[in-house]
């Protein structure tokens, strides 16, 4: 393999930046990379995963399904991330889908080769200990979030981390387009009430909206509504 290639790979997924020349060799002997179309499915939930998924391009979201099989979002996926990991750790079955929400590159991993490299490189394994750490406590923050906020304290706080994770386009918009469905599934609450709630944001001028895309016109604002102080 060239400089070149190991330097794509350590470039296009942090959690390998600490492999050494032979473990990258290893690496890109074994993935391999495919293009998905919106809508489509990378693994489903209760399903036997055997290997990672790494997002060289695009978005997928993560979610879980609750009470009539509606989908609760806990995550997303853009590039330079890892999903399926957790259930490859574990040697469970996968306890969340992952589905694609923009024309996607994936690359795939045999749970083979992460085992081998956690067992020869002790800065890669911690990477996962710590990665996994991170998700617990986005998972914790997520509880308490819905345990102790209101519906328009949680869709403020939802807008600000869409905005810090997908940032914004040339005008200003969240540079991700999420169907007013989704919203709510990440919320956790009604469709109807995330409309109504956008809605009185955009009369409050707080946010502005074209079609599916919102743009957030006062952060400062937005983040006294999610703590809880204005």
Excluded: W
């Excluded at 102790?148 to 304290?153: G, L």
Aim: with cysteine; proline share 1%; hydrophobic share 40%.
């Amino acid at each position: 393999m060239s400089e070149q290639n190991e330097s794509c790979i350590s470039a296009s997924f942090p959690i390998f930046k600490s492999l050494t020349k032979e473990e990258l060799e290893l690496l890109n002997s074994n993935i391999k990379c495919n293009t998905y179309r919106k809508g489509e499915i990378i693994y489903r939930e209760s399903s036997r995963i055997n290997g990672i998924y790494c997002v060289k391009k695009g978005i997928l979201k993560i979610y879980k399904t609750g009470i009539d099989s509606k989908p609760q979002i806990v995550a997303f996926a853009i590039k330079g991330d890892i999903t399926g990991y957790r259930s490859v750790l574990s040697n469970e079955v996968a306890c969340t889908t992952a589905e694609i929400i923009e024309e996607s590159e994936i690359c795939f991993i045999p749970s083979s080769i992460i085992f081998s490299l956690i067992k020869s490189n002790n800065d890669f394994a911690l990477s996962l200990i710590q990665l996994t750490c991170r998700e617990l406590d986005q998972a914790n923050i997520f509880i308490k979030d819905i345990a102790q906020k209101t519906v328009r304290q949680r869709l403020a706080e939802i807008l600000l981390m869409l905005q810090d994770t997908f940032k914004t386009d040339e005008e200003g918009f969240i540079a991700v387009h999420l169907t007013r469905e989704d919203i709510s599934s990440i919320v956790g609450t009604a469709t109807e009430s995330v409309i109504r709630i956008l809605s009185e944001f955009k009369n409050e001028n707080f946010i502005s909206i074209k079609g599916k895309k919102i743009k957030i016109n006062d952060s400062k604002k937005m983040k006294l509504i999610s703590d809880s102080i204005y």
